[in-house]
């Protein structure tokens, strides 16, 4: 196949009602005049400013949320439920203003912000509806000398620390069972896209929340935020989402004072597509998990493993949905791909590109930037990559669509398992028998079959391996803010 141009098209420009939308939720926040700016990925301009708080800031958030927090604990279980689904309501009526903000300062298209908000506001309703159900449950001893009470009591002070790359969900995701727990929370987002916070929390306040509940803390000096609020004996449980170097450095930090530790960190996903897989079934699968967010999401497929009789076909078909996709402006109704986030990203998109031809990969389409103010990089999809390239060694967090061939099913499965991450992987076959059996032998917390976004606010998300510890979502992310405890009643 030769190479698809689209060196020509030109870039999508924002909807000028659109901005507007989206500078009137900015300005609604009531942010500072200067501090730590925040940039629109789109177009390099300066939004807003968000406060840079200093370590003292940050440990006064501290005794502010803990004080709030002996209340909030000993509040009743639908006391929290009925905060949590007012809460909903508001984040639900403002799913427009949500979804501008999301686009304005993170660069994702507006239908998916929409579908940001969508996934985001589900985590506040599930813990709003599970609030209310595990107050603890009562056992016999197996020799029936004592009865047992276990009882489920607040972690504590819980730190939530989350990345830039869904500004809503990863924090909703980690705020609403810490509520539903009975958990004061500091939330410490991304200064890249800390607005989202900013304006979601405001909406919790409005709703009912009370208002030194959640701290939000935003600094350039995320290192020392860390090592003095993670050591402060009042706060007894942090939460991360983001890279795994530093879930590592944070993990040495809790272990101080041996913090309960939630772990979101990197992945590295196989996506298999088998011979007998539905060809359009795959490809749709394909696109949605290698470009949703463009490229930018933890469970993104990073090496997409096709099998040898199927595989021109895929790439042929992957190639063309790839090569039609309009890059722009999020900001855009007819935008498919925005802004990566910084010029960092886009570098880094050469650079992966560049090497993997040099190794022996072909260029089917994308590959290039924009002669632009904003992060823009072209869908682009290499075929035949090696495995030592880098973006077969490397989270890609782009839009890359990274392709490599195989022949059997054992060789897939060793390929797929050979790295230190675990968060997620996928299957394409119409074989149920095989769908299972690959899903057994893949080692990861997360599995897609026949689809490519299996997220879900009822499913416990999370990585084995080096992709981090814990779970969140469902019931089992509940848990991550509970101490279980038991009494042992003795009985005559
Ligand atoms: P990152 O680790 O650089 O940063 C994540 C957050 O941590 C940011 O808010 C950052 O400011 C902060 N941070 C950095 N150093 C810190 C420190 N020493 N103390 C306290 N905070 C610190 O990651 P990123 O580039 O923002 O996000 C991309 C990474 O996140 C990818 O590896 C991706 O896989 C991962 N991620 C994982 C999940 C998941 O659920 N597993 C979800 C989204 C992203």
Redesign the pocket.
């Known amino acids: 196949m030769s190479l698809i141009s689209d060196v020509a098209a030109p870039l999508i420009e924002a909807d000028s009602a659109s901005l507007k939308h989206a500078d009137a939720v900015i300005q609604s926040i009531g942010l500072p005049s200067a501090g730590i700016a925040v940039q629109d990925p789109a177009t390099g301009e300066t939004i807003a400013h968000v406060p840079d708080a200093d370590v003292e800031a940050a440990l006064e958030a501290v005794a502010t949320a803990d004080k709030a927090g002996t209340v909030w604990a000993k509040s009743s279980l639908r006391q929290r439920a009925d905060v949590l689904h007012a809460w909903y309501d508001k984040l639900v009526e403002h799913t427009e203003d949500l979804a501008h903000l999301i686009s304005r300062e993170m660069g994702k298209p507006l239908a998916e912000a929409r579908g940001e908000v969508k996934y985001g506001t589900d985590f506040v309703r599930w813990y709003a509806e599970e609030a209310v159900r595990p107050a603890g449950n009562f056992r016999e001893t197996p020799d029936g000398g004592a009865s047992l009470l276990t009882r489920r009591s607040p972690v504590g002070l819980a730190v939530l620390?989350?990345?830039?790359?869904?500004p809503l969900a990863?924090a909703t995701r980690k705020i609403a069972p810490a509520l539903a727990a009975g958990c004061p929370v500091v939330i410490?987002?991304?200064?890249?896209t800390p607005l989202t916070t900013y304006f979601a929390v405001q909406l919790a306040i409005e709703a009912g929340v009370p208002e030194e509940l959640i701290q939000v803390i935003t600094t350039s000096k995320?290192?020392a935020?860390?090592e003095a609020v993670l050591l402060d004996p009042r706060v007894r449980k942090v939460s991360?989402?983001?890279?795994?170097?530093?879930?590592r450095?944070?993990l040495k930090l809790a272990s101080q004072n041996v913090l309960r530790s939630s772990m979101?960190?990197?992945?590295n996903a196989p996506l298999i597509v088998f011979n007998d897989a539905d060809l359009q079934r795959a490809v749709d699968g394909t696109f949605a998990a290698k470009l949703r967010n463009g490229g930018?999401?933890?469970?993104g497929a990073n090496r997409i493993y096709v099998q040898d009789e199927i595989a021109d076909d895929f790439v042929a078909a992957l190639t063309e949905r790839f090569a039609q996709v309009a890059v722009g402006s999020g900001l855009a109704q007819q935008t498919g791909l925005g802004a990566l986030i910084d010029d960092r990203a886009v570098a880094q998109m050469q650079a992966y590109t560049q090497n993997a031809v040099a190794l022996g990969a072909t260029l089917l389409t994308g590959g290039h930037g924009y002669d632009s103010a904003g992060n823009f990089f072209a869908p682009t999809v290499l075929d035949r990559v090696t495995e030592d390239s880098d973006v077969a060694q490397s989270?890609i967090?782009g839009p890359i669509a990274a392709i490599q061939r195989f022949s059997s099913e054992a060789e897939v499965i060793d390929r797929a398992n050979a790295t230190e991450f675990g968060?997620a992987g996928y299957v394409f076959t119409e074989n149920l028998d095989r769908a299972l059996n690959v899903a057994d032998s893949l080692q990861t917390g997360i599995i897609g079959i026949n689809q490519g976004v299996p997220s879900n606010a009822a499913a416990p998300?999370?990585?084995v391996k080096q992709?981090?510890l814990g779970r969140?979502g469902s019931a089992e992310g509940l848990e991550e803010y509970e101490n279980i405890r038991f009494y042992n009643v003795a009985r005559r």
């Open positions: 620390i989350t990345p830039w790359n869904f990863m410490k987002p991304a200064t890249l995320s290192g935020f860390s991360f989402t983001g890279s795994t170097p530093v879930g450095q944070l979101e960190l990197g992945g930018q999401s933890c469970i989270e967090f968060l998300f999370g990585g992709s981090g969140e």
